[in-house]
């Protein structure tokens, strides 16, 4: 059973190395402008400070959060490393859009 498929908001995993592991439907539909990111690394789509701060929360086992506005649409964007039996694993993204 996939949880994540029909939440409404975007999920999106990486592993410890940044590569793209899994994206809910609301990922992809929110991404499809990049086609399939399945596979892909995210220092190729962020930002150097971005990909920094995504290097430090894998290191530290810590989350970030914040807002942004795109497309007249306000998003919380919450970063929180996937931990299995303490290990980091990867990061998980959620970027839920705030009702109107």
Do not use: R
């Not at 409404?8 to 086609?35: M, P, R």
């Not at 919380?76 to 694993?89: A, C, F």
Request: charge should be negative.
């Amino acid at each position: 059973m996939n949880y994540f498929d029909e939440l409404d908001c975007a999920v999106t995993v990486c592993d410890t190395q940044g590569t793209v592991i899994y994206c809910n439907e609301k990922s992809k539909q929110t991404f499809a402008k990049y086609g399939d990111l399945i596979g892909k690394n995210l220092n190729d789509c962020h930002s150097p400070v971005s990909w920094e701060k995504i290097l430090h929360l894998l290191k530290t086992n810590a989350s970030n959060a914040y807002t942004i506005e795109k497309n007249g649409q306000k998003k919380l964007i919450y970063q929180t490393p996937w931990l299995e039996n303490g290990d980091v694993k990867g990061l998980i993204e959620f970027s839920f859009v705030f009702p109107s």
